[in-house]
């Protein structure tokens, strides 16, 4: 699987919109982006995946460059709950590559 | 509740002790995953079941590792020996399998400290 680029580290302001970039410029054409988030203590948590076009769930919105070369993971109005480390991850989801492999992510805080 | 769950989720033994834990996936999910996390960085993966089959290893589990899904349903994993480099939290998840939309549902984890 491709490797991903992220910021170690973000701050939001609480009610705003939080963009975290994702870099993965050797990425393949098969794989998928993948956004999980680990809020503290708990297991990661799966937000919104996609493979060109641009996603959006009652989580988040998921944009990702035409070249598929960086992707920007979008909390619309940012809350207090989604202080998390946020992990991007590349996957390809052919039958052998089931696994996530998860890099350090960013740290996301929200600030009152 | 129907989320994956972890037992125990702390485990504290001394060096050189056996350890085991157990995960019990969502119901309907046929796959498993392990993974162990250390402080300050992303979850590594350690093994996964489709069913009963053990399908994938990774390097890290060494052989003092073993998992185990006997029935395709509830999974142990267990630690021979312990040292204290195995301190850290192992996650479970599972998952349908069902291709790109397949998404993993990881439970609290179980965390080891192994002095």
């Known amino acids: 699987d491709a490797k991903t680029t992220q910021p170690p580290s973000m701050d939001c302001a609480e009610g705003r919109a939080a963009n975290l970039p994702c870099n993965h410029s050797?990425?393949?054409?098969?794989?998928?982006v993948y956004w999980y988030r680990q809020i503290h203590s708990q297991g990661p948590q799966y937000i919104i995946h996609g493979l060109k076009n641009n996603e959006t769930n009652e989580m988040a919105s998921l944009i990702i460059t035409e070249d598929r070369k960086s992707s920007t993971l979008i909390l619309p109005h940012a809350t207090l709950r989604d202080t998390a480390v946020y992990y991007c991850?590349?996957?390809?989801?052919?039958?052998?590559?089931?696994?996530?492999?998860f890099g350090t992510g960013t740290r996301l805080t929200i600030i009152p | 509740d129907t989320g994956v769950s972890q037992d125990p989720r702390h485990k504290i033994t001394k060096r050189g002790q056996n350890v085991t834990f157990r995960c019990d996936p969502i119901?309907?999910?046929?796959?498993l995953y392990w993974y162990r996390q250390t402080l300050g960085q992303g979850p590594e993966f350690l093994t996964y079941f489709q069913n009963e089959a053990q399908l994938e290893k990774s390097r890290l589990l060494s052989d003092r590792f073993s998992a185990e899904r006997p029935k395709g349903s509830f999974s142990t994993l267990e630690i021979q020996r312990t040292e204290q480099g195995d301190s850290a939290m192992y996650l479970c998840a599972s998952s349908w399998g069902q291709g790109a939309s397949d998404e993993q549902f990881f439970g609290p984890g179980t965390r080891l400290t192994v002095l």
């Open positions: 119901s309907e999910h046929n796959r």
């Open positions: 991850i590349v996957r390809d989801p052919n039958f052998g590559n089931e696994k996530l492999t």
């Open positions: 050797t990425i393949s054409g098969n794989e998928y």
